[in-house]
């Protein structure tokens, strides 16, 4: 992206106010597209945003022969698998540091082809983002990996994959689905205790059961699946995405603003609502979506701790520590998912917001960074008046919420790396136009 298009002058201080609508979960939407690798069939998935992230797949595959159709406008991809084929390395290579999708083609490729070569990961700089857990449970299943260059690693499966007894020693999301996708058609039967259970890994098993798999899961989070011979293509219609609509929840109560956003849903934002609402932020669930806005009067601060799901979520804190600097007192947040994730609190600190990082673990929830020297705990201390500035984003969330307070503070700013934000929020500057925000 030229550094030019990679600019957003905002002038903040107007409230935003009005309506937009947010698509399917970027979190879901990528792993519903390399599950439909594991069928020889059509695969259509419906609700799909514009991103980066969907492109990015969408090249993956096809370097594996893969017909993908997207159709940006309607939303729909369609992904012909009949056909796979052993991709060529330094065409993979071109895709490195792209995002941490790629490794989930593990699996699936393994069942194809029997092997896979895996680019090197990108993803936010938000923590290690290691992948020994993916690597362990692929072993436990029957495949070899070996290092095969700096850019990646090269992955084979001769005699097939088999059923193992898999516990994660964190409920990691990525290893999670890896697990769920290469299981599936694997030889007997899978246990995997440990496990995250996030919505959108819940619409992955339904994607996959609608392939033909058989999986359940248990109260304590153990997922069972037995592996069977074949899957077929599916047709599905993504959840919406949680993490857009809460934050342009974070941006209504940062803004003073009144936001409906078309497409949320209740039941996946249960937490987040409940914060809202003790914030001093009022919502209203309508059948089509959910209207936040921010009452008028004083913010309260809150004390949280990210968790995984059905807690707080990690993707929600970003934004919403930005309308914690407008609420009146003392705001915790600890966060125990990520080891790096409050490194966008400096550019606020430097509009005027008060954020103190600590590396103590500010709350009771168990944490693995407890007697590390990551700074994951932060107090926020409101209201204090934002002034617009020079910002650089450093992630997706933490862009986002960059841009958030450019628009609650007072005054122009100049916000560069705004292309990293499309990876996450489809026409992001489109919504931004029709909530009336002052931006070139
Ligand atoms: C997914 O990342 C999401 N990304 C993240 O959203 C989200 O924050 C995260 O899940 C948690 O909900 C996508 O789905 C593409 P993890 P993932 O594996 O799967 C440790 C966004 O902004 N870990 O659940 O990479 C890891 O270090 C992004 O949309 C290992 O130690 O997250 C972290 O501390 C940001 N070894 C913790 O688990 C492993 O092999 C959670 O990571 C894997 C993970």
């Known amino acids: ?217 248990d109260v304590d989070r153990t997922f069972r699946i037995e592996g069977v011979k074949e899957l077929k293509g599916f047709t599905h219609t993504s959840l919406t995405d949680r993490i857009e609509a809460a934050s342009w929840a974070s941006a209504a109560l940062a803004t003073h603003g009144d936001i409906f956003v078309k497409g949320a849903t209740q039941p996946e934002m249960m937490t987040f609502l409940n914060v809202f609402r003790k914030i001093g932020g009022e919502f209203d669930i309508q059948d089509e979506g959910i209207r936040f806005w921010h009452p008028g009067g004083d913010l309260k601060p809150v004390a949280i701790e990210t968790d995984v799901h059905p807690g707080f979520m990690t993707d929600w804190q970003q934004p919403l520590v930005v309308a914690l600097t407008q609420a009146k007192g003392l705001s915790i947040v600890h966060e125990t998912v990520y080891e790096n994730r409050f490194g966008f609190t400096k550019p606020l600190v430097q509009m005027g917001a008060t954020v103190q990082l600590y590396r103590e673990c500010l709350g009771s929830l168990p944490c693995r960074f407890q007697q590390r020297n990551y700074k994951h705990s932060a107090v926020i201390f409101g209201p204090t008046p934002l002034t617009g500035r020079d910002i650089d984003v450093p992630d997706l969330r933490g862009g986002f919420s960059h841009l958030i307070a450019a628009l609650a503070a007072e005054g122009p700013s100049t916000v560069r790396g705004i292309s990293l934000i499309d990876r996450g929020y489809a026409d992001f500057r489109g919504k931004l136009a029709a909530l009336g925000a002052d931006f070139e």
């Open 1 to 217: 992206m030229n550094s030019e298009n990679d600019v957003l002058r905002v002038v903040g201080g107007k409230p935003l106010n009005g309506k937009i609508k947010v698509r399917g979960a970027k979190n879901f939407v990528s792993k519903a597209m390399v599950a439909a690798l594991l069928a020889p069939g059509v695969s259509v998935l419906k609700n799909v945003p514009e991103i980066r992230d969907v492109h990015v797949v969408s090249d993956l595959l096809r370097l594996h022969g893969v017909n993908v159709d997207v159709n940006g406008a309607d939303g729909v991809v369609t992904i012909d698998a009949s056909h796979v084929e052993l991709a060529n390395v330094a065409d993979v290579d071109t895709l490195s540091g792209s995002s941490r999708i790629p490794i989930l083609f593990s699996g699936p490729l393994l069942h194809r082809l029997g092997e896979a070569f895996i680019p090197a990961l990108g993803g936010c700089a938000i923590g290690g983002r290691p992948i020994d857990f993916h690597l362990a449970t692929l072993r436990k299943l029957g495949a070899t990996v070996d290092k095969e260059h700096e850019d990646g690693i090269h992955i084979t499966a001769p005699n097939g994959l088999h059923g193992a007894k898999i516990h994660l020693p964190y409920p990691s999301v990525g290893a999670t689905e890896q697990t769920l996708l290469a299981a599936v058609l694997a030889e007997g039967k899978t246990e995997l205790s440990g496990a995250a259970i996030e919505p959108e890994i819940m619409d992955l098993v339904s994607v996959l059961q609608k392939m033909g798999a058989v999986i359940s899961v």
